[in-house]
């Protein structure tokens, strides 16, 4: 099944209703980060909230996110700029 890339923030709560999957995962990464665009942050802004939450993640895990999410920022700034 195909998600779109969510464009608000009721659409990101609306994946909360999916199971979890690949595709859920991509789809939330992909729409904070859009998101986060549109507002004017920067990828440093993004990755101080995205792991914001030390507690959540050890440290392993909080690296692999922040490279997962360096790695999606520049996907779709190289996406978003094409023409």
Known sequence: ???????TLQQMLELERE???PEVVASAIA???KIAR?????LDDLT???LADHRLLDAHQ???LRNL????????TA?????
Do not use: C
């Open 1 to 7: 099944m195909n998600y779109p890339i969510p464009e």
């Open 19 to 21: 199971p979890v999957s």
């Open 31 to 33: 729409g904070t980060i």
């Open 38 to 42: 549109d507002r004017g942050k920067t």
């Open 48 to 50: 101080t909230e995205v």
């Open 62 to 64: 909080r690296d692999w």
């Open 69 to 76: 999410v360096t790695q999606a920022w520049e996907a779709f």
């Open 79 to 83: 996406h978003s700029e094409q023409p």
